[in-house]
C-alpha cells in the first residue's frame, strides 16, 4: 500500500471465521488523527454489530510502529485535542464503553503515547519482541489523558505506572509480561499467529458468555466483592441477564453430555 492509499484508507478490516482483524496502517508512525480514529471507530463497531464475530484483533502495518500516538502534524495544522474522534473517542476504542467484545492489542512495534493507550484499552496484549511502550506526553507538555493517567496505574503496581507516566521512560514488552499488563512476548513473525490462536481460543466459547464476562468486569471495576456481587445480581446487564435461557447455554449442556463440540448461535 502506498502513502497516498494508506491516507485515504488508514484501516483495513479483515473476517477470519468469527475474528475481526482491525489493521491501523499510516505510514511512517501509524499516528493517529480525528478522521482515523473515526475509522477505527466504525471498525469497532462492525465488530459490535456482526452477530458472527467473537472478538476482534487490533494491530499496526509496517515493521516499526504499533502506534505513535496522536498526529502531532494534523495538530500543528489545526486540529485541536478536543476535535470530534468518533464513536470510540481517540483511536476508536479509548472511549468505547458499549463494546461489549474481547479485543486483543497485538502490538508489533512502539505504541507510543496515544498508540500505548490504545493498546491499554484492549482487553488483551500479545507484543512481539521488537515491540516498546511509553506515554511520552509529559515529555511535551501535554498528559496521556485517553487512558494512560487512569489505566496504567490501575493495571500495575501505583509506583510503577507513575514513574512511567512521569519519566516518559520506554520500557520492553517483557517488562510489561512480568508486571502481567503484557499476555505474551514473542517474535514478530510469530506475532499474529500468536493473537489469532489466542483469538481462536476465545472464539471457540459461547459468545453471549464472553459478552457478559466483559459486561461484568466494567459494570464492577473498582468495587468491593459486595459491592461487585450486588452489581452483578442487581443491575440491568443485559448480556448476563440473557446467558443462562439462553439457546447457547441449553446447547452448552447439551453438548456437554453428548461429548461433542457446541455450536453457538450467540442468542
Known amino acids: 500500500m502506498t502513502q497516498d492509499q494508506a491516507e485515504a484508507n488508514p484501516v483495513r478490516t ?13 505510514p511512517k508512525a501509524n499516528a493517529i488523527d480525528a478522521a482515523t480514529s473515526k475509522a477505527l471507530g466504525e471498525a469497532f463497531l462492525q465488530l459490535q454489530d456482526d452477530a458472527g464475530l467473537s472478538v476482534g484483533i487490533i494491530t499496526g502495518g509496517g515493521p516499526r510502529f504499533f502506534s505513535a500516538g496522536w498526529d502531532l502534524k494534523a495538530a500543528a495544522e489545526g486540529e485541536a485535542p478536543d476535535a470530534d474522534q468518533g ?48 506515554l511520552t506526553e509529559a515529555s511535551i507538555g501535554l498528559i496521556a489523558d485517553s487512558g494512560g493517567v487512569i489505566r496504567l496505574p490501575r493495571r500495575l503496581p501505583r509506583a510503577i505506572a507513575m514513574e512511567m507516566i512521569m519519566t516518559a521512560r520506554r520500557v520492553t514488552p517483557q517488562e510489561l509480561e512480568r508486571w502481567g499488563l503484557v499476555n505474551k512476548v514473542v517474535p514478530v513473525d510469530q506475532l499474529m499467529a500468536e493473537a489469532r490462536a489466542l483469538a481462536e481460543r476465545i472464539a471457540a466459547n459461547a459468545p453471549l458468555s464472553l459478552q457478559a464476562i466483559k459486561e461484568i ?25 440473557r446467558v443462562y435461557n439462553s439457546q447457547d447455554a441449553a446447547e452448552g449442556l447439551a453438548a456437554l453430555a453428548e461429548k461433542r463440540a457446541p455450536v453457538w448461535k450467540g442468542r
Not at 14 to 26: A, N, P, S
Open 87 to 134: 464513536i470510540g473517542g481517540f483511536a476508536g476504542l479509548t472511549e468505547y464503553w458499549g463494546l461489549t467484545k474481547p479485543v486483543i492489542a497485538a502490538v508489533n512495534g512502539l505504541a507510543l503515547g496515544g498508540g500505548f493507550e490504545l493498546a491499554l484499552a484492549a482487553d488483551m496484549i500479545v507484543a512481539s519482541q521488537t515491540a516498546e511502550f511509553a
Open 14 to 26: 479483515e473476517v477470519r471465521g468469527r475474528i475481526l482483524e482491525i489493521t491501523l496502517d499510516r
Open 217 to 241: 468486569d466494567r459494570a464492577t471495576e473498582g468495587q468491593s466483592e459486595a459491592q461487585a456481587f450486588a452489581t452483578m445480581r442487581q443491575a440491568h446487564l443485559a448480556a448476563y441477564r
